[in-house]
């Protein structure tokens, strides 16, 4: 592998005390070291480890040479095209070609492991593992043009710092940054680039991934805290061709990963069927088997948040929160299949974090019944709708809605279609619900409570904190009124749905 000053300098500063001058351009190609020996013919390319006195007042290198010596050059004995590393310390000649031919020696492996991977068909997550070995407090990420990730080193508790690209920076700025006329200009760019704007707290260097002359995604190196390199920078830039190359000789495995199972997901949730063995398949792809239990979760995002967030980085985020969840753009809002059994024991705390993800937004959502056959996604996500279209209505300040908490008043506002819900129920239960507006004679609390008590007077009269024979003379004014068998099962299970749409 070639090298260039800046890796051989840093790698020589971790155990030597070193500086360097001269000439540094960070894109030079340096070949194996080699001896300096005074009246050889000297080439391009190439380091030279020497001693100072073995270098005359008129010795000069050819241009984008690397000069390692032990001792301080004199100011004749260069060339304006040289980088000079100098060890401050006293180091024999061969010592210091030793240390210098070790750096190059564990690039070259890195670059034979790296070529070994992606000839043997490892996947993209160890060529980016392998990789971070080489740097310290580096993440790499990779995603498509939708920033979904694809692929990532960064552990869990670091996971939302590497996907917002801005660390801290809030959603107002972000938004402008996605707009800054520079950044839009460097996405197009084939070239690995720094961008050193207002909108970063940290060193980001990106790289984008063009298949068959189109943009298909982002490699993106990020570091916090400290600066990055020129020699990471390199080393950056020669990861980036391994990356094309893997993704090249695969050039299918980002669209596949893009697409599956979310695609497959998107064409359920707009209604049409799909074939069993490829929606087998696709779940298959992220370790998902069709005979787990699921939870459809709806996010709706207003047309206000929509200008200032933007809905692929907060799947992503979704993503990173929930454990074993798909979080996909839906109808220009939301939907997360949340994969109830692979998350066990760890339940409470995936449904903490969608909630702190809620909050930290100011969103709310809706979740489904639990369901098993992915096939009926599209149904269990118009549960999650309607549990949030109702539960907003009964209790505005909630984050989260469960369908099971609003199956009756869901049953109320659609079993009646066009019909008012309250013309069904009968003329003489609305007058008593008129007499309780108008004199406070709580005969529909007591008919309630009647038949939550299993029809147990005695009961129901205590819970009341009435004496028995009140409570007896208010039920037969009740029947009369009705003009109904209360009696009668069906007749029973017909009030209870009334006293429960009086309720709304």
């Not at 943009?215 to 391994?242: N, Q, R, V, Y």
């Not at 937004?361 to 549960?383: E, P, W």
Request: aromatic content about 12%; proline content about 3%.
């Amino acid at each position: 592998m070639f090298l260039n000053a800046s890796i051989i300098y840093e790698e020589l500063s971790k155990t030597l005390n070193v500086s360097m001058s001269g000439y540094s351009g960070k894109n030079e190609h340096l070949r194996f070291p080699l001896y300096f020996t005074p009246g050889t013919m000297l080439r391009e390319d190439r380091v030279y480890v020497c001693d100072s006195a073995e270098l005359s007042a008129d010795t000069r290198f050819p241009s984008r040479c690397c000069i390692v010596s032990s001792d301080p050059i004199t100011a004749g004995s260069h060339t304006d095209n040289c980088t000079f590393i100098t060890v401050n310390e006293p180091m024999d000649k061969a010592a210091l070609f030793n240390h210098v031919q070790q750096v190059f020696e564990k690039y070259s492996q890195w670059e034979q492991e790296l070529n070994a991977l992606v000839h043997n068909n490892s996947g993209i997550h160890d060529i980016l593992k392998h990789s971070q070995t080489l740097y310290e407090g580096i993440f790499f990420l990779i995603v498509d043009v939708n920033y979904r990730v694809l692929a990532t080193t960064s552990p869990p508790d670091y996971f939302a710092f590497i996907s917002d690209e801005t660390g801290s920076t809030p959603q107002s700025v972000l938004a402008r940054f996605k707009k800054d006329p520079e950044y839009i200009r460097k996405r197009f760019d084939r070239k690995t680039y720094l961008y050193n704007g207002i909108y970063f707290d940290h060193g980001i260097l990106t790289h984008h991934i063009f298949i068959n002359d189109e943009l298909s995604g982002t490699f993106t190196m990020t570091e916090h805290g400290t600066p990055i390199t020129d020699g990471k920078w390199a080393i950056f830039e020669h990861l980036c061709a391994i990356v094309d190359k893997f993704y090249q000789s695969r050039f299918n495995l980002m669209y596949r990963d893009a697409t599956r199972p979310s695609a497959i997901f998107q064409h359920i949730l707009s209604g049409h069927t799909v074939n069993e063995s490829d929606l087998k398949s696709s779940l298959q792809n992220v370790g998902w088997d069709i005979n787990d239990r699921y939870l459809s979760c709806f996010v709706e995002i207003s047309e206000q948040d929509k200008k200032i967030m933007s809905i692929p980085y907060l799947c992503q985020q979704l993503e990173g929160l929930l454990i074993s969840a798909i979080s996909i753009e839906h109808e220009t809002d939301i939907v997360v299949i949340l994969n109830t059994s692979k998350i066990d024991s760890l339940e409470l705390i995936s449904k903490q974090g969608f909630r702190t993800f809620l909050e930290e937004f100011s969103l709310q959502a809706g979740i489904s019944n639990s369901f098993r056959d992915m096939r009926q996604l599209k149904t269990y996500h118009m549960q999650a709708v309607a549990a949030l279209e109702i539960g907003h209505k009964t209790h505005p300040n909630r984050f989260l809605y469960h369908f099971s908490d609003y199956l009756l008043p869901y049953l109320f506002k659609n079993m009646t279609g066009d019909i008012s819900a309250k013309s069904i129920c009968p003329e003489g239960l609305l007058t008593l619900h008129e007499s309780d507006n108008r004199k406070n004679s709580e005969y529909i609390k007591t008919l309630s409570t009647y038949f939550s008590n299993g029809l147990n007077a005695s009961q129901a009269a205590r819970a009341l904190h009435i004496n028995r024979s009140t409570f007896l003379e208010r039920m037969r004014k009740i029947k009369d009124t009705l003009e109904l068998d209360i009696d009668n099962y069906d007749t029973q299970l017909y009030l209870m749905l009334c006293l429960k749409i009086l309720e709304e």
